[in-house]
């Protein structure tokens, strides 16, 4: 091979080389390229979610705050915490029990028994917590029950579940609490029943049926109700559920969709589900939509409203405008099954009145299910919580009567909202704040 033969293809093969490095510093240059764009995205998705978490921290922040769901507890200032004392065999049937450190004398015949929601199928004592707390600190003997729900293992057992089951727990949990009361001194012959949806639900129907039911054993008078978004009747129409089967056909809704949207569709599954398992009657979405008689009393038998009758205790319920859970609808029969038994508010009403039916009812006109968007709302419903329990559940006595029971520490009638300031930790448990034995 010639020299000029060997330069030639030094030559051919120094371009070619160059070409390729040329080409893979390119396809190198778009990799690496492509790898600046992917760390840049999940940079700033890193970034976004980390906006997102502190969002959502400071929305939920502001709802518990703005919302009454957060209330200190500190032993040497408040009192004592009974944790989960069973009022039953079952094991869902526990309570917690707050005791105040000083017994007032004039609040030793009362107490508040506070019912969580969850759609009778979940949720716990830690959603009332706050609400227990709050009246326990202003003096008042109160008890935060669980009850029995309809969860996994009873669904294979749909016969032996019913609101029924529930108001028996209610009954079970008040003689508890009476029981615990005597041991700490107080001589409870008057209970307020509060809860949160379906505790608030469960505390109408037991409050009204104890004040207008012969039949209705309760071992302890109900004071007072007070209900937060409380379900207060179950017909379809309530729920805003449009009536478009016709009874006179065989139309049937679940073979039917396109007459209805999903939102609908989803809504009548679950209220009539809910309706089945609370009155213990299996209702199909057809005749929950179209009631038979059969299906008419299984329904009214769980609704509030056809207990309001001459006789029900005094009631003042809250619930949200933009309530999409417990549609509006239910505090507007609410108000006006209370109209029709002509009631008046508690601020209207003399202490010595026993015979103007009492209800107030508060709108909280921002705020959905969980009452969370209407701070002032919520320093109104304290406030009137208050007024009913000063007005049914205090005993006026004189300044030198005594009820017997050991005082702890000569600062005992101390403020507890006095004391409160400055604790910075919640502690639930101190036998030095006994009174009385178990």
């Given amino acids: 091979m010639s020299g000029i033969e060997t330069e030639n293809i030094e030559s051919y093969l120094d371009d070619e080389y160059e070409e390729v490095v040329l080409e893979e510093s390119d396809e190198g240059k778009k990799k690496r390229s492509v790898w600046r764009v992917l760390r840049l995205v999940f940079l700033i998705l890193c970034g976004l979610a980390v906006i997102a978490a502190l969002v959502v921290f400071f929305v939920a922040k502001n709802a518990i705050r703005d919302g009454g769901y957060a209330e200190t507890w500190v032993v040497e200032a408040h009192g004592e915490i009974l944790e989960d004392r069973s009022y039953g065999e079952n094991p869902q049937q526990v309570m917690d029990v707050y005791v105040p450190r000083t017994l007032d004398p004039a609040k030793a015949n009362g107490a508040i028994l506070f019912i969580h929601g969850g759609a009778w199928i979940g949720g716990g004592r830690w959603e009332q917590e706050a609400f227990a707390k709050m009246m326990a600190k202003e003096g008042y003997l109160t008890g935060n029950m669980e009850y029995t729900l309809y969860n996994n293992d009873l669904k294979e057992r749909k016969d032996?579940?019913?609101?029924?089951?529930?108001?028996?727990?209610?009954?079970?949990?008040?003689?508890?609490?009476?029981?615990?009361?005597?041991?700490?001194?107080?001589?409870?012959?008057?209970?307020?029943?509060?809860?949160?949806?379906?505790?608030?639900?469960?505390?109408?129907?037991?409050?009204?049926?104890s004040g207008t039911r012969e039949d209705f054993a309760t071992p302890v008078k109900i004071a007072f109700v007070a209900p937060r978004v409380g379900p207060f009747d179950f017909h379809a129409k309530t729920w805003d559920i449009p009536h478009r089967v016709d009874p006179t056909t065989?139309?049937?809704?679940?073979?039917?969709?396109?007459?209805k949207t999903w939102t609908e569709e989803k809504r009548i599954a679950t209220m009539a589900k809910i309706a089945s398992f609370l009155s213990g009657?299996?209702?199909?979405?057809?005749?929950?939509?179209?009631?038979?008689?059969?299906?008419?009393?299984?329904?009214?038998?769980?609704?509030?409203?056809?207990?309001?009758k001459p006789g029900v205790p005094p009631i003042f319920a809250a619930y949200g405008a933009k309530d999409i859970i417990v549609p509006s609808q239910n505090y507007k029969l609410l108000k006006h099954a209370f109209s029709g038994l002509k009631a008046k508010s508690v601020a209207d009403v003399e202490p010595d009145d026993t015979e103007t039916q009492v209800f107030d009812l508060l709108v909280f006109p921002n705020s959905n299910h969980m009452l969370a968007r209407d701070p002032d709302y919520t320093l109104k419903w304290r406030g009137l919580f208050l007024s009913y329990a000063s007005r049914y559940l205090t005993t006026p006595v004189e300044p030198s009567?005594?009820?017997?029971?050991?005082?702890?520490?000569?600062?005992?009638?101390?403020?507890?909202?006095?004391?409160?300031?400055?604790?910075?930790?919640?502690?639930k448990k101190s036998p030095s704040t006994r009174r009385g034995s178990k």
């Fill in 281 to 308: 009657v299996e209702i199909s979405e057809r005749q929950y939509l179209n009631p038979d008689e059969k299906t008419e009393a299984a329904i009214e038998s769980i609704s509030p409203l056809y207990d309001v």
């Fill in 250 to 259: 065989n139309n049937d809704p679940s073979e039917d969709s396109q007459s």
């Fill in 160 to 209: 032996e579940y019913s609101i029924e089951l529930v108001l028996e727990d209610v009954r079970l949990a008040l003689a508890k609490l009476v029981e615990i009361g005597e041991e700490y001194g107080y001589h409870i012959d008057r209970v307020a029943l509060s809860g949160h949806s379906a505790g608030g639900h469960i505390s109408m129907l037991y409050g009204f049926r």
């Fill in 401 to 427: 009567e005594s009820v017997g029971v050991e005082e702890i520490g000569d600062d005992a009638k101390t403020s507890s909202r006095a004391e409160d300031s400055g604790a910075e930790a919640e502690t």
